[in-house]
């Protein structure tokens, strides 16, 4: 495979990717929804440690776990600032 | 739904995710074996531009355009050092 074919196949996976992280964010809202209703507190570190341990135990690479860490953590941060946004 | 629904299902998205993210960073990772043995250049901001222009228009929210530059913009630069790190 050249170039051009690997980044059609990045292109296809990003289109799924983005699927995914949409599909994420919505269901984070609606977290965000429930929690508002029962003035619950927006971060919960212990979850977030759960959300990592998931993503660590499941993680063959090439992505290392700190690189997951890396994206997550900032992945999480948008979504919580999402959950504050309407 | 409750919360315990939610999150099992942000649980699952997540395993799908990384499994994405896993890919991407393999085909990123071959395209870096490519430019190495070409001399290529790493960074390329047209190609930086393609992907977020792609993403933009198959976005239909509730990520904005904006979020989804902050999330590609971190996401990519951890793969362009991905391409350097073997």
Redesign the interface.
Known sequence: ???AD??K???A??????R????????????GK??ETTH?AVYEPD?ERT?FA??HK??????TNH??T??YG??IS?MRD?QTRR
Chains 1, 2 share one sequence.
């Open positions: 495979m050249d170039i690997w980044r196949k990045i292109d996976l990003d289109q799924e990717i983005l995914l992280l949409n599909e994420r964010a919505h269901a984070a809202m609606e977290i429930i929690k619950a979850r959300i998931n993503l499941a993680n063959h690479g090439p992505l690189d997951l890396q994206i900032h992945l948008i999402l």
